[in-house]
């Protein structure tokens, strides 16, 4: 009789090969309800263990300035972007840029933030993280028919990519940032498992499929950037479950379910959203312009952990282990980490290697994403070696060979213990392996004299001063208006951090960090201040550093965005600079000796009410530019439209702008018609809720709004999960502008 050792295929008597070897399997197992309580006790141990890292080393999550900055993400978030939206306006950064879609309202790791102070909700945080990952770790192991015992192992080795342990193990790539983005990744370890479970022999076959579908999606509406980078990951694990079981009817019905669930995401608007998202940036659009230089730092953790080639030492035995000794679903969960590995091996080589701009993820990123598939496919081949070696060997029974063993492999036995002796004995061994894994981090952490940790956790900025001279004078919140930006221009470390700082407090400023830095904004700055951009892949940064810019047209351009302070910690002197107002105040960043912040005043600045009346009208973004430049121009008087007007303007009168939740507010009189330049960034994807009013772009980057006689109207920006078609429009405003810049 024809059998098949990968999948779920039939055997004699309609048992499948699966049924065969439970039913090859000891009987005295216990009661369901012991093997729960193991569960249970498994993970309150794993959890009291981070309990004693966190408390043993605070701090190390959302550490550094990324991580800071993703607190002050989330906070904005929570103040200013419309409920379960995930594409909002962010009134702190860079002229109303997009916000970063971090979904707080459904990630459940970022819920501490809305409860507790950031200290405390960062650290709840991670926590919660680390239970979601580590569920889902062990869900997917049991989809794939590891025992509990194992899978309990596989979900406690999640604590190897949560800070503090990641931070000792030099695994800190992705979750010691943003330990939520393990909840963005979960999804995708459950709906590998879920395909695993897909045959035409299953009634369920519609509830698995909708099962995948749902985590496919949960997983993009949490944080469609990062789902973009977990789903290019797993594209050669789902392959290669799709493919394993080498029966055409389960391919069929797998790629039918893979292929319905594309189909759906594509029909609904949800991956042209994703693909969008990506697309109208500056690190797509400029590539040449801001290509981030290949290194091995970023290729893997081999690089940059000696513990990482122990880890790949353990795991490649596993992998044999399992393709040798195991049959069935675990068999090809031990595969398709191999497979997986060995693809990753030829992404990274391609990355150090192949000529051109790689526009995908840095390997390393991808190799954070597998890690858990790859410890989880080791733990079963082990698994299997651990019965083999337990147990004496005993002749293959005739069942056995036909569930795919073969006549040269014997099943073996585990020795039958009492349900009581075996409850104790894996008891024994989950304790065991909660204390053994955290412990490798406890014991280096404590070989370091007191002050290594603190090389783990950076303090936020003490500088009091001058968050509470900044947040009197231009602090915002929901519903009240906007009083101007600050900008700084010394772009060290130490800035970061008092910009995040800043960002907490609800401080704007005109720098903008973010992986959706627009092309235009990018083209602006290199254009119109000559600077050079090599080191501003994810910043909007208007400031000169070649000897082509004008610091004149700067300080002219400066209030048009709607910068009122502009500072730094460097002396610098410029004539724009001279007569402004100034002050000083301390400056205690965490890396660096004492000093001052300078901060200067800027007059008259764009509060909303910049109302020009002469209007030039070009189509290239390089005659916009050209005509700003200009020596003679004025921001209060004119503007450059890409469009063209018929009307006679007039200035407006009584403008007022000001922040709503996903969004702003404008109001004013016109004893005609009028254009009012708002520091907005323009996007098609803008709409004014008064249909009377019309929306243009101005200045390149800024928006302009058009109305006459009276205007009181809200501006949201309408480009969602389920409506990406305006950001057409966008992408094809970078082509009808010629917008094109040389690499340097």
């Given at each position: ?157 999640s ?26 990744y ?12 897909l ?13 995948i ?42 790629c ?5 669930c ?101 390997p ?6 597998l ?36 006549a ?71 519903n ?43 083209y ?36 048009a ?20 107002r ?9 890396r660096?000796?004492?000093?001052e ?56 009168r ?54 006459s ?36």
């Amino acid at each position: 009789m024809d059998y098949e050792g990968w999948g779920d295929t039939e055997v004699s008597h309609g048992m499948s090969a699966r049924a065969v070897w439970r039913a090859d399997m000891p009987a005295s197992r216990g009661p369901a309800h012991r093997g729960l309580l193991l569960v249970a006790f498994a993970f309150v141990a794993l959890l009291a263990a981070e309990l004693v890292l966190i408390t043993t080393i605070p701090g190390t999550n959302y550490d550094g300035a990324d991580g800071k900055a993703a607190q002050a993400e989330i906070l904005a978030t929570l103040a200013f972007a419309r409920p379960f939206e995930i594409t909002n306006l962010n009134p702190l950064q860079g002229l109303w840029a997009q916000m970063m879609p971090m979904n707080v309202w459904v990630n459940p790791a970022y819920w501490p933030f809305a409860l507790f102070h950031k200290e405390l909700a960062a650290e709840i945080s991670g926590v919660v993280a680390l239970i979601c990952y580590a569920v889902a770790c062990y869900l997917m192991a049991r989809l794939f028919d590891l025992p509990r015992l194992p899978s309990i192992i596989t979900a406690q080795l999640s604590v190897m990519l949560f800070a503090p342990a990641a931070r000792a193990l030099a695994f800190s790539v992705v979750f010691v940032s943003i330990p939520g983005l393990a909840v963005v990744y979960a999804p995708h370890l459950l709906a590998l498992g879920l395909l695993a479970r897909l045959s035409p022999d299953r009634p369920q076959v519609y509830v698995i499929a909708a099962g995948i579908l749902l985590l496919l999606f949960y997983s993009l509406y949490c944080d469609p950037l990062w789902t973009m980078v977990s789903g290019v990951a797993w594209i050669v694990p789902f392959g290669v479950v799709t493919f394993a079981p080498l029966r055409r009817d389960t391919i069929l019905v797998r790629c039918a379910v893979l292929g319905g669930c594309v189909a759906v995401l594509l029909l609904s608007g949800a991956l042209e959203y994703v693909y969008s998202l990506t697309q109208y940036t500056a690190r797509v659009q400029f590539p040449d312009l801001l290509q981030r230089p290949r290194a091995i730092e970023t290729t893997s953790v081999f690089f940059l952990s000696k513990y990482a080639k122990y880890f790949y030492w353990t795991c490649a035995p596993g992998w044999v282990l399992g393709i040798w000794l195991l049959h069935g679903r675990p068999r090809i969960l031990a595969l398709t980490s191999a497979v997986s590995a060995l693809s990753f091996f030829a992404y990274s080589t391609a990355y150090l290697h192949l000529p051109g701009n790689w526009w995908l993820p840095v390997p390393i990123y991808i190799e954070h994403a597998l890690f858990a598939l790859f410890w989880m496919g080791a733990i079963a081949g082990y698994w299997g070696g651990l019965e083999a070696l337990a147990a004496g060997a005993a002749p293959p029974t005739h069942a056995a060979e036909r569930a795919g063993f073969g006549a040269g492999l014997r099943r073996l036995r585990l020795p039958a213990l009492s349900p009581g002796r075996a409850a104790a004995a894996t008891a024994i061994m989950a304790v065991a392996a909660v204390s053994i894994v955290p412990a490798v981090p406890i014991a280096k952490t404590l070989k370091y004299p007191k002050g290594f940790v603190p090389y783990w956790h950076e303090d936020w900025s003490n500088e009091p001063e001058l968050r509470q001279f900044l947040g009197k004078n231009i602090g915002l919140a929901v519903n009240h208006p906007f009083r101007g930006s600050a900008f700084f221009y010394t772009f060290g470390y130490d800035e970061f951090l008092t910009l995040d700082n800043l960002w907490v407090d609800r401080v704007p400023t005109a720098n903008d960090y973010s992986q959706l830095v627009t092309p235009q904004a990018i083209y602006f700055v290199h254009q119109l201040f000559k600077r050079n951009l090599s080191f501003d892949l994810n910043w909007f940064r208007p400031w000169i550093n070649t000897g082509g810019g004008s610091f004149a047209v700067l300080f002219r351009t400066f209030p048009a965005l709607g910068v009122r302070y502009v500072g730094g910690f460097e002396q610098f002197h410029a004539d724009a600079m001279e007569e402004l107002r100034s002050m000083s105040f301390p400056r205690r960043g965490p890396r660096s000796p004492p000093g001052e912040w300078v901060i200067h005043e800027l007059p008259d600045v764009n509060l909303g009410n910049y109302s020009p009346t002469e209007v030039t009208s070009v189509r290239s973004a390089g005659e916009i530019v050209t005509a700003l430049g200009a020596a003679n121009f004025d921001f209060t008087r004119q503007v450059v439209l890409s469009t063209e007007i018929l009307d006679r303007l007039v200035p407006a009168r009584d403008m007022t702008l000001s922040v709503i939740r996903g969004g702003l507010h404008f109001s004013g009189h016109s004893d005609g018609t009028s254009l009012v330049v708002l520091p907005l960034q323009y996007s098609n994807c803008l709409r004014a809720h008064d249909n009377r009013a019309r929306l243009v772009r101005a200045n390149l980057i800024m928006t302009g709004i058009i109305f006459s006689a009276a205007i009181d109207t809200d501006i949201s920006f309408d480009y969602g999960i389920f409506s990406p078609r305006c950001r057409r429009a966008d992408l094809a405003d970078i082509k009808q502008l010629d917008m094109t810049l040389a690499s340097p």
